[in-house]
């Protein structure tokens, strides 16, 4: 594993203590990975959002713009 040294502004290094003090995780390099698998899965669902909304303007089947559809696809996943 690639060790790294990172800085951290007092309110997110509070916080991140605060995280493990709470037994949520076992350490704060276990939190900062964790946070950067949801922001990498995050990224990775509105990259596939993006391609079906690009795919689906160009094929002519809707008339609504993007953000349109992003907003009709949001409430539907939010339920």
Known sequence: MA???ISFT???DEWLKAQVE???YSS???LVNDLIRQ???QQAEIDWIRLKLDKAEKSGFTTDSKDTILKLSKLRLNG
């Open 10 to 12: 007092e309110p997110n």
């Open 39 to 41: 922001a990498r899965k």
């Open 28 to 30: 704060k390099s276990e």
């Open 22 to 24: 709470n037994n949520e």
């Open 3 to 5: 060790r790294q040294s």
